[in-house]
């Protein structure tokens, strides 16, 4: 059985920083693209970062570009997101996400989900 299980969310101050993980099993995901997405209250659902399989190529959000950075080790089948100089507009439930290959996940077609982890950012 497949799982994307995310951990590290919080409550934090404006300016403060947080780091996500995202810890898969079930299957190797090496060669899987991987990425972040987050939903606030009352909004649509937004990319945040994505990570290529192979090459390990970054896409990041134009909201979050110069503050967070995604990365991911193949060892332990885990996908990191580090959070810096965060802002209450980044406060949202944040979602791990895994499909084949880069492009489409980049257009939210996603093969798995995980449950999400919630991230609040106070003023």
């Known amino acids: 059985q497949v799982q994307l299980v995310e951990s590290g969310g919080g409550l934090v101050q404006a300016g403060g920083s947080l780091r996500l993980s995202c810890a898969a099993s079930?299957?190797?995901?090496?060669?899987?693209?991987m990425g972040w997405f987050r939903q606030a209250p009352g909004k649509e659902r937004e990319f945040v970062a994505a990570?290529?399989?192979?090459?390990?190529?970054?896409y990041i959000g134009s909201s979050v570009k110069g503050r967070f950075t995604i990365s991911r080790d193949a060892a332990k089948n885990t996908l990191y997101l580090q959070m810096s100089s965060l802002k209450p507009e980044d406060t949202a439930v944040y979602y791990c996400?895994?499909?084949?290959?880069?492009?489409?996940?980049?257009?939210?077609?996603?093969?798995?989900w995980g449950q999400g982890t919630q991230v609040t950012v106070s003023s």
């Open positions: 079930g299957r190797t995901f090496s060669t899987y693209a």
């Open positions: 990570i290529n399989g192979i090459g390990g190529t970054t």
């Open positions: 996400a895994a499909r084949s290959t880069i492009s489409p996940l980049l257009r939210g077609e996603i093969d798995y």
